[in-house]
């Protein structure tokens, strides 16, 4: 058995969270840069010149990207060989989390109860965690600090199994593109097709983990992923919704296996800040 303490993974998740409330995906950095190399609106340029400022800025300066820090979501594998020798997993997290928000300036996002008493938790907390059982004697964390603006745009669908790829890739591309420039484009476009009605957002939600821009292993669902991206883009929101050729980054979709009479289809959106990292135990 490997044995991990409360306060190594606190400690851990704490660091992660300061550190993608910094920094984005380096990914998304080179593309930024190269899209301003080639951009012609001065007005585009403008917007990519202060993102390109901001990813430059926040590190030194300690102060995150973006004004809302977001829900911290992760997802989990959790060897059968591991224990956690004074807390749950979800405790050990949470103390990561508020840690997080004490060592940073970064704005509470989130309330204890979401209708009636909306009263803030102060902390940032509490995490939202999704756990799988491996085998062996590692912890793996997949973490991503997930935005309310992207969040807000996002969307399913239960389809029925006479649904086309072109059903599917119209549906995507009009609910991204209908979003306009709420979710704070350019954007990252989770898809999540086939499970059962709560796995589909889920597969959405961790396609965002993805490495940028990296194609699906079967060739069928890449050949999706480029005909949304291509449909996204050629419709002119662009960067913050003022026009070019840059309104999503990438499109990744994950799949699982689903009952004969259903199809689900799930999308999830994220931001140009895009925040997020794996820590290994």
Not at 29 to 56: G, M, Y
Not at 83 to 108: C, W
Not at 204 to 230: F, S, V
């Amino acid at each position: 058995m490997k044995l991990l303490s409360r306060e190594t993974i606190a400690q851990e998740v704490c660091k992660a969270i300061c550190e993608i409330s910094l920094n984005c995906d380096e990914d998304v950095k080179e593309l930024i840069k190269q899209t301003l190399s080639e951009e012609k609106s001065p007005i585009v340029r403008d917007a990519l010149k202060s993102f390109v400022e901001n990813h430059e800025l926040s590190p030194t300066s300690k102060v995150p990207l973006c004004q809302d820090t977001g829900t911290t979501v992760l997802f989990a594998e959790l060897g059968n060989a591991v224990q956690i020798s004074d807390a749950t997993l979800f405790e050990a997290i949470q103390d990561g989390v508020i840690a997080a928000q004490k060592r940073l300036p970064m704005r509470a996002s989130m309330y204890k109860d979401p209708l009636f008493n909306r009263e803030n938790s102060t902390n940032n907390s509490p995490p939202i965690l999704h756990i799988e059982h491996t085998l062996g004697d590692s912890l793996i964390l997949h973490i991503a600090q997930k935005g309310g603006g992207a969040e807000n745009k996002s969307f399913m669908k239960m389809f029925t199994p006479s649904t086309t790829p072109e059903d599917i890739i119209e549906y995507v591309v009009d609910g991204v593109v209908s979003s306009g420039s709420q979710p704070c484009p350019p954007l990252v476009i989770g898809i999540g097709i086939g499970g059962n009605f709560e796995q589909a957002p889920l597969l959405a939600k961790r396609a965002l983990l993805c490495k940028l821009a990296l194609p699906h292993p079967l060739p069928q669902y890449a050949l999706m992923e480029a005909k949304i991206l291509e449909g996204i883009n050629k419709r002119g929101c662009g960067i913050q919704g003022l026009g070019g050729s840059l309104t999503a980054m990438a499109v990744h979709i994950n799949t699982a296996p689903c009952h004969i009479a259903s199809l689900p289809v799930a999308v999830n959106i994220d931001c140009h800040a895009h925040r997020h990292c794996t820590l290994r135990f």
